[in-house]
Structure formats: C-alpha cells, structure tokens
C-alpha cells in the first residue's frame, strides 16, 4: 500500500517503514519554532517542570519577536524579556530581534530555515504555513514545545489525507486567497478537522512560493493538521540560494490512499471575501461590493509578502485612502520591508495616506496597531475573523487579498481593484 | 497530580466552532504565566457570556458542541479555563491542538456527542472518568464518552506530557551514564 507525503515524512521521522492514519508514533523532529507569546511558557516548563537544562539542538530552532513586539505595555516587555533570555542562554542559533525578523511564518521560508522533507513543528497554529515547501508541518502548544525543546521529539497521530485538486487556472484578479478562502467556505472550519490537506493540480503550478504559502497558511482555518504541496520547479528556485540544510523532496505514491478528492475547477473561482464573524463564512466580492468600511489593514503571515505589497501599491499608486477610513500596512518581515523600500513601494503607500508600520503580527490578532473597537468594520488580509479576533468582540472583519484591500481603501467600501487599476501590471499580477 | 474518578458540578453548555480568541482574548495573552489571572477572563470573548467567569464553582464542568477551541495553538485556552475552576471539558468533537494541549496538561477531558447534544445550561452532571459515562441528575439520562487511544489515557493518567518528558529524560541520562 502507497503513502502519501504527510505518511512519508511521519514514518521517516518515527523510523518506520511504513505509517498508516490512526497510527501514534513518536517522532524525531527537524525544526523547531517558538515566538514571544509561546517560548515564556514553554522555557518555564522545560526547565522547572521538565527538569532539562539545555535544548537538544540549538541549530534547529528558531525565535521570534513577533505578537507584542515591540512591546505594547510593560507586560509584553517581560515576555520579550523571558523569550530574549531564553534564547540567549540556549545558545538558539536563528534568534531574530525586533527590526531584524519579523512575522515567524514569513522569516522562517525566507531564510530557508524550513525545507522539503522535513518534519516541523512551530508554537503557534499558522505554523502549517511551511507546508507550501513540501514539508510537514504543524502547530503545538507550550508544553509540546517544552518537550521537543528539551527532547527533539514529539508525538502524533498520524491523520487521513484530504486531497484537494485544482484544474485550469486561476483568473484575472483571483489570488491564492481568493482560491482558499472558497476552498473553507466548502468544507467549513472544521472540514479538515485534524487531517492533512494535500494540495495539487494545474491552477497550483502558475504561482509562485508567495502565493502558495497563502494556501497552506490557511490549512488551519479548515482545522487540518497540516497543508502540504508538492515539490516542483518552483519549490526548487526558492529554496536555490535559501536553504540552510540538505534537503530530499518527497512526493505522494500513486496507489497512496486518501479519506476523500476534492476537485475544483480554478477558472471558476471568483474574487471573494470571508464575511464575519467566520473564516468559512466565504462570499463573492459581488455580494458584498459596497459595504462601508472603517478601516483596512494589510498584514499578516497571510497576505503581507512582497508581492502582496506590489499590488497593493500597484492599487493605490497616484490614489488616496478615502475619507473617513484608515490604511494600516505592516509588512509580514524585516526583509519585506528592505525589498518594499527598494522598490519605492512606501513611498507610494506614504503619499496615499496609509500608516505604515514595522513588521510585526499586530493588529491580525488585536494586539496592536490597529484594535477594532465596538460596531467597527474592517477589510483585512488576515486569516481568521471570528468574533474579537482583532479587538472588540462586536466589531465585524472581512478577509479579502491585497488588491482588494488596497481597492477599498481607496474607495472606503468594499471594492473590487479594477474599479480602482484598469488592470494588474504584468509581473506582479 | 493523579485524576479523581469522579467529577461532580453544574453544567455550562457553550455552541459550536467556539474558538481560542473566544475562550481567551488575546489581550490577556500577557498574563501568559498567571493562570488565576487568565482564569478571570476565560470565555470572556464569547458574545453573551461576559462576566461568565465570576459566576463559575470549582467543580463545574464546560460542555460543548463541536470543534471546541479551534483557531489559535495557544495553550492559554486551556490553562484559562482550568484557571476559571472548570474541572471537566465535555465536547462534541475538539480542535486538534486545543486537544492534545489539555492531554499535555494532564487535563481531563471527554469527547461525548450524546452529552453535547442533550446537556443543557444549569443541568447537574456527575461523570465517572475511568467507566466514561456521565450522569444527568437535573434529566434524568445518562452518556458514554468516546474512548481515546491508549497513549493518550496513559499520559492523561501520568498526569500529562511533563512527567513523561521527565521520565524519558532519566532514562537518557542513564544510557548516557553507561
């Protein structure tokens, strides 16, 4: 019997020959992930709890400043403080500081710290996101991350695959997001409940590693365990300059067995938005074209990389945010925002109104930077929209691509972008 | 911290798809290591249910619908809720990480669609974890929970991930030693 990527990587990592769905194993871990609001509880249990005084790999870890930094209040400074520490005394090898790092799920591919093959582990549920390079990845608490810390393994229950397959290719205007967003609007936040979602198709080959990790960002919107996509041309030019190991790609068996296919025909997809107060709550940009907007926020490990940004500069470029809305941009990484002033792309965000901010996960989780209060609307290119999610619980988010973010902005309702730019400029659409 | 064998408390009974930013905004994700203080805000982002916290005796049990604690890894869900004096989480069906993190935590949980389908606000529950069967006095009925695979009894039953983590370390040391 065949086995699928997810069933290759997790009997490799458990020394078997073979795993099947249903299987608990102890796995050995590749990598490993933990930021300011995960790494303070997880050192505590390690060290008082656990009783170990050293990680089993300094080199396989990464840390990041991200949720509430820079610091919000004089709380957030001592989690900063603890996770500052922490690392410093464990000798972690990809430690990354305020203005150095940035959002975990954009640093850890950019600096090819996660690769095909392996199988990694983060403390924070987006980290599925790595998944878009062929990997196995997946989100833990604290004390599981105590654990790997302090051991290098963890366990799992090996999950059912869910194949998703895409035909033809996506249309003018449509994103990534767009793509997945109509994908959990089928299945609903639980339709892949603690499974593996396994993405392929002709619609996946025409975009880039951004856009991919858009997809696998969002597995946990469905509930799956992890997302996963095949290692190709494109996979392989990302990781050419990037990659901090060896790495062996894996693909799924032919007579590999899956709980269920999901085809969709990508050509059909339209642009669409999550309405409140749910990811899977998915409708048509059409539906809800026109309603008022308080604010607008692009950011996020979702939709807030480089070629986010080109297109929602390429929107907002000779244009002003509207009167009566806010703009707040928060590149996704450090290195994000290099490229975005290279390009001149903040400049044309400064000269249109928008706040622009350091990279940092902010206002996608109601930390700061742009809370919601009571009854306020908000346009975002975030992942989950459910009721408080980015401040006050009464106020109402919609989750949309870029461009459509950058669109209405401009307009101050919900907007498709070409009402704004006649048409996306080759290169960036 | 051995598990007792029978919980005895009032019902809360919440919905479906409730998520981590409900069960625990992420405001208070500072107070990260203080559970008494999460314990304070625990299901505070639920519309209807502020203040719901206060009114919780230790002993009482939370049960809901399905999908229970999806959305965010972090483990301060959990920890908010046993810090609210919660004893026992009953769910139609868990979200994954929600769910290992309280078997990590050495937290009781059970998985009993029948309970969340005829549990209501207020019902006084008695449950038998090791027989998995929980008892409406307030109804009359009784529900069988779903049996989880054996490690995980095992680790609930040590007392979670923590002391398992210990013991494997020792063994280790001892391999290191020889």
Redesign the interface.
């Given at each position: 019997m065949g086995m699928t990527m997810t069933e290759k990587i997790l009997a490799r990592g458990s020394g078997r020959e073979s795993v099947r769905p249903g299987d608990l194993i102890l796995a050995k871990v590749d990598f490993a992930m933990g930021h300011d609001l995960t790494i303070p509880p997880a050192g505590k249990i390690m060290r008082e709890q656990m009783g170990a005084e050293k990680i089993w790999d300094p080199d396989r870890v990464a840390v990041t400043q991200d949720h509430f930094q820079p610091a919000k209040d004089a709380a957030s400074a001592t989690l900063g403080r603890l996770t500052r520490e922490f690392s410093h005394q464990m000798g972690v090898k990809w430690y990354f500081e305020v203005g150095q790092g940035g959002i975990c799920h954009t640093v850890l591919p950019e600096h090819g710290l996660v690769l095909p093959g392996e199988l990694v582990v983060g403390a924070d549920s987006h980290s599925c996101t790595y998944g878009a390079l062929n990997n196995f990845a997946t989100g833990i608490g604290s004390t599981d991350l105590a654990c790997v810390l302090a051991l290098g393994e963890l366990w799992f229950r090996v999950p059912e695959t869910l194949k998703f397959v895409y035909h033809n290719r996506l249309q003018e205007w449509v994103e990534a997001k767009d793509l997945i967003l109509y994908v959990i609007g089928k299945i609903g936040v639980d339709g892949a409940r603690s499974k593996a979602m396994e993405h392929v198709g002709e619609a996946l080959k025409y975009i880039d590693m951004e856009a991919r990790l858009t997809i696998t960002n969002m597995a946990i919107e469905a509930g799956a365990k992890n997302g996963i996509l095949e290692f190709d041309e494109v996979t392989r030019e990302y990781l050419e300059d990037r990659a901090k190991r060896p790495y062996t790609p894996v693909s799924s068996d032919p007579d590999a067995e899956y709980e269920k296919v999901f085809e969709f025909d990508a050509a059909a997809v339209e642009l669409g938005v999550a309405k409140p107060m749910s990811p899977d709550n998915y409708a048509p940009l059409s539906e809800v074209e026109g309603t008022r907007l308080d604010q607008v926020f692009i950011g996020s490990c979702t939709n807030s990389r480089i070629t986010d940004l080109r297109r929602a500069a390429a929107v907002l470029e000779g244009h002003k945010v509207a009167d009566g809305v806010r703009l707040i941009i928060t590149p996704s990484s450090h290195q994000v925002a290099i490229q975005a002033e290279r390009e001149g792309l903040i400049g044309t965000f400064l000269a249109a109104g928008a706040a622009w901010t350091t990279a940092t996960c902010g206002a996608c989780l109601g930390g700061h930077m742009g809370v919601l209060g009571e009854g306020e609307v908000c346009l975002s290119t975030t992942n989950r929209n459910f009721p408080g999610r980015m401040g006050h619980p009464k106020a109402m988010v919609y989750l949309s691509n870029a461009a459509v973010a950058a669109a209405s902005a401009v307009t101050g309702v919900i907007t498709h972008p070409r009402e704004v730019l006649k048409k996306m400029p080759a290169g960036i659409a | 911290m051995t598990l007792p064998k029978v919980i005895r408390g009032r019902a809360w009974k919440f919905g479906a798809?409730i998520?981590t930013?409900?069960i625990i905004?992420?405001?208070y994700?500072?107070?990260?290591?203080d559970e008494k203080e999460l314990g304070k805000h625990a299901m505070e982002?639920?519309?209807g249910r502020e203040g719901w916290a206060a009114q919780v005796q230790p002993g009482d049990i939370l049960v809901a619908d399905?999908?229970f604690g999806?959305?965010?890894?972090?483990?301060?869900a959990p920890v908010a809720i046993r810090g609210a004096g919660i004893s026992l989480v009953i769910a139609d069906?868990y979200?994954?990480?929600f769910?290992?993190?309280a078997i990590?935590?050495g937290y009781p949980i059970m998985q009993s669609p029948q309970a969340a389908e005829a549990v209501e606000d207020g019902d006084e529950l008695e449950v038998d974890l090791e027989e998995g069967v929980i008892r409406n006095f307030t109804k009359g009925d009784e529900y069988r929970s779903e049996a989880f695979?054996?490690?995980?009894n095992e680790l609930l039953k040590m007392g979670?991930?923590?002391p398992?983590?210990?013991q494997?370390?020792q063994e280790?040391r001892v391999a290191a030693a020889r």
């Amino acid at each position: 019997m065949g086995m699928t990527m997810t069933e290759k990587i997790l009997a490799r990592g458990s020394g078997r020959e073979s795993v099947r769905p249903g299987d608990l194993i102890l796995a050995k871990v590749d990598f490993a992930m933990g930021h300011d609001l995960t790494i303070p509880p997880a050192g505590k249990i390690m060290r008082e709890q656990m009783g170990a005084e050293k990680i089993w790999d300094p080199d396989r870890v990464a840390v990041t400043q991200d949720h509430f930094q820079p610091a919000k209040d004089a709380a957030s400074a001592t989690l900063g403080r603890l996770t500052r520490e922490f690392s410093h005394q464990m000798g972690v090898k990809w430690y990354f500081e305020v203005g150095q790092g940035g959002i975990c799920h954009t640093v850890l591919p950019e600096h090819g710290l996660v690769l095909p093959g392996e199988l990694v582990v983060g403390a924070d549920s987006h980290s599925c996101t790595y998944g878009a390079l062929n990997n196995f990845a997946t989100g833990i608490g604290s004390t599981d991350l105590a654990c790997v810390l302090a051991l290098g393994e963890l366990w799992f229950r090996v999950p059912e695959t869910l194949k998703f397959v895409y035909h033809n290719r996506l249309q003018e205007w449509v994103e990534a997001k767009d793509l997945i967003l109509y994908v959990i609007g089928k299945i609903g936040v639980d339709g892949a409940r603690s499974k593996a979602m396994e993405h392929v198709g002709e619609a996946l080959k025409y975009i880039d590693m951004e856009a991919r990790l858009t997809i696998t960002n969002m597995a946990i919107e469905a509930g799956a365990k992890n997302g996963i996509l095949e290692f190709d041309e494109v996979t392989r030019e990302y990781l050419e300059d990037r990659a901090k190991r060896p790495y062996t790609p894996v693909s799924s068996d032919p007579d590999a067995e899956y709980e269920k296919v999901f085809e969709f025909d990508a050509a059909a997809v339209e642009l669409g938005v999550a309405k409140p107060m749910s990811p899977d709550n998915y409708a048509p940009l059409s539906e809800v074209e026109g309603t008022r907007l308080d604010q607008v926020f692009i950011g996020s490990c979702t939709n807030s990389r480089i070629t986010d940004l080109r297109r929602a500069a390429a929107v907002l470029e000779g244009h002003k945010v509207a009167d009566g809305v806010r703009l707040i941009i928060t590149p996704s990484s450090h290195q994000v925002a290099i490229q975005a002033e290279r390009e001149g792309l903040i400049g044309t965000f400064l000269a249109a109104g928008a706040a622009w901010t350091t990279a940092t996960c902010g206002a996608c989780l109601g930390g700061h930077m742009g809370v919601l209060g009571e009854g306020e609307v908000c346009l975002s290119t975030t992942n989950r929209n459910f009721p408080g999610r980015m401040g006050h619980p009464k106020a109402m988010v919609y989750l949309s691509n870029a461009a459509v973010a950058a669109a209405s902005a401009v307009t101050g309702v919900i907007t498709h972008p070409r009402e704004v730019l006649k048409k996306m400029p080759a290169g960036i659409a | 911290m051995t598990l007792p064998k029978v919980i005895r408390g009032r019902a809360w009974k919440f919905g479906a798809n409730i998520d981590t930013d409900q069960i625990i905004p992420a405001k208070y994700a500072i107070y990260s290591l203080d559970e008494k203080e999460l314990g304070k805000h625990a299901m505070e982002g639920v519309p209807g249910r502020e203040g719901w916290a206060a009114q919780v005796q230790p002993g009482d049990i939370l049960v809901a619908d399905s999908n229970f604690g999806c959305g965010s890894s972090r483990e301060i869900a959990p920890v908010a809720i046993r810090g609210a004096g919660i004893s026992l989480v009953i769910a139609d069906s868990y979200a994954r990480i929600f769910f290992r993190n309280a078997i990590n935590m050495g937290y009781p949980i059970m998985q009993s669609p029948q309970a969340a389908e005829a549990v209501e606000d207020g019902d006084e529950l008695e449950v038998d974890l090791e027989e998995g069967v929980i008892r409406n006095f307030t109804k009359g009925d009784e529900y069988r929970s779903e049996a989880f695979p054996k490690f995980m009894n095992e680790l609930l039953k040590m007392g979670g991930l923590v002391p398992w983590v210990r013991q494997r370390l020792q063994e280790r040391r001892v391999a290191a030693a020889r």
